[in-house]
């Protein structure tokens, strides 16, 4: 075969055509380049200086953030001499991005320890601030070609955690058996929880606050429950709108005018509020429950409690929940009956609506499939194992203990397709396994074992590894293996 003379052609051509595209401007590089440069560490780690003249060390740089809140979180520096720092990174061209973006008056950026910002500020700024074009390891004209082209996609050394070595040695069958082992002790100690509820309130009542509480982001889960704890299907029957009026009344997000481009929608509930307030002496939940900032429309409490509405006018739904679970053939059967059973009915305005000042659109199901995975895997199927677990401890309502409805539960859990990835999975796969391309079903349950070993062990360490057991584990677990 012969070979043709290499000339350059592709990276000429790349080049070129990067030029088309790509901003190169020196004073004014955007934000993500910036982000990739403190990502990847592309700095001159041994001579960092603040602004203020203080020098500092960068012993982790953090893990990139890609939701809301600083940029990277968790990083690790040590100012002069002093003691290590842990907090948050947030990196911004201009130093007034922290006043004009509102991250000095929003609550998830109290933890920032370094502003990272292109231009030297003009005074001094409220927090340590470096300016990252003194300390390129290179000209930004030379980094261009690899800020659009590989950093993006590269994983930096720093992501891998202290377990990625052991768990290379371990095969796929191995590493699956660990997970899985981690899913049954994230499943029982979720099964544990419904349990200590049941005992007061029963089994509908510990299954209602669970689904409640489940639709909400995860700022939102406590003001939801406290709803499902004064509101349930067992003793408080009403039609869809009567329903929904009295969770949003309760709430305190019912528009206290019923004006706007919904009026009449608003009037409707408030006619039906107006009638049911007085059985609720509690008086409601002030607004500052709430967590609002952030939220895409699909999780906005005021859709969340649109949904539980349904839920709440058409009573228990424990009953239809076993049968869809252990009546099915398999599981595939138990994931379309599950659905159907949670799934609410067509709903005139909120098939239409995101929250209830907004103007008719095209909006998405009121309970998608990500967030029906996430009721199943989090509560209905540690509910149903629960049930089947503790004949030892009897509460309120009918047990299903059999030692043959556990097996059936943990096989539908096993089985149960995987739900939406988010950023905490992405960041415990890179983290536990680098860039390894693994062979794992595409289950719930191994994203459930993978969230249960970030929270026992990735959470409780920090960035470093420092102290984490998950290495000695994986070791122990390869040896009872054989490898």
Not at 3 to 17: A, S
Not at 185 to 196: C, F, I
């Amino acid at each position: 075969m012969i070979h043709p003379t290499y000339d350059g052609f592709y990276p000429g051509w790349l080049e070129t055509w990067r030029a088309g595209t790509g901003l190169r401007d020196e004073t004014c590089p955007p934000e993500h380049w910036l982000q990739h440069l403190w990502r990847h560490q592309r700095i001159v780690r041994d001579a960092l200086v603040l602004a203020d003249g203080r020098g500092f060390k960068v012993l982790h740089p953090g893990f990139w953030n890609r939701g809301p809140g600083p940029d990277f979180k968790g990083a690790i520096l040590r100012f002069d001499d002093g003691p290590a720092v842990h907090g948050d990174v947030e990196i911004d061209v201009e130093a007034s991005g922290w006043v004009t973006h509102g991250h000095h008056a929003n609550p998830a950026f109290q933890r920032v320890i370094l502003h990272g910002v292109w231009s030297r500020p003009r005074g001094p700024g409220a927090l340590p601030t470096w300016v990252m074009s003194d300390a390129l390891e290179a000209p930004m004209r030379e980094m261009v070609p690899w800020l659009e082209g590989e950093a993006p996609g590269l994983i930096p050394a720093n992501v891998r955690g202290g377990c990625c070595a052991p768990l290379r040695r371990l095969g796929d069958d191995a590493v699956r058996g660990l997970l899985a082992q981690a899913a049954r002790h994230r499943l029982e100690r979720k099964a544990g929880e419904l349990l200590h509820r049941a005992r007061h309130r029963g089994w509908e009542g510990a299954l209602w606050e669970g689904l409640v509480s489940a639709l909400g982001y995860r700022h939102n889960t406590w003001p939801l429950r406290c709803l499902a704890e004064w509101v349930s299907p067992e003793h408080d029957r009403m039609d869809v709108v009567g329903a929904q009026a009295c969770l949003l009344g309760l709430s305190g997000l019912l528009p206290a005018q019923p004006d706007g481009p919904n009026a009449v929608q608003l009037r409707a509930l408030w006619d039906r509020w107006w009638r049911e307030a007085g059985r609720w002496p509690a008086g409601g939940l002030p607004m500052e429950a709430w967590r609002l900032a952030g939220l895409r429309p699909a999780n906005h409490p005021e859709r969340r409690l649109a949904m539980a509405g349904h839920w709440l006018a058409s009573g228990p739904r424990g009953p239809a929940l076993v049968d869809a679970v252990l009546g099915a053939a398999n599981t595939a059967e138990a994931v379309e009956r599950v659905g159907r059973v949670l799934q609410p009915g067509a709903d005139a305005f909120w098939d239409s609506h995101w929250t209830l000042g907004s103007v008719a659109s095209r909006t998405a199901p009121l309970l998608g499939g990500p967030r029906m995975v996430d009721l199943a895997v989090n509560v209905v199927l540690p509910w149903l194992w629960a049930r089947a677990t503790s004949a030892a401890a009897p509460v309120a309502g009918a047990t299903l203990a059999d030692g043959d409805v556990a097996a059936r539960v943990w096989r539908r859990f096993e089985e149960w397709p995987a739900g939406e990835d988010n950023a905490v999975l992405k960041m415990a796969r890179l983290r536990l396994m680098g860039a390894e391309r693994r062979r794992l079903p595409r289950t719930a349950a191994m994203q459930q074992g993978l969230l249960q070993v970030a929270a026992d062990f990735c959470d409780a360490s920090n960035a470093l590894c420092e102290g984490c057991g998950f290495p000695a584990l994986v070791e122990a677990w390869g040896a009872r293996q054989g490898r």
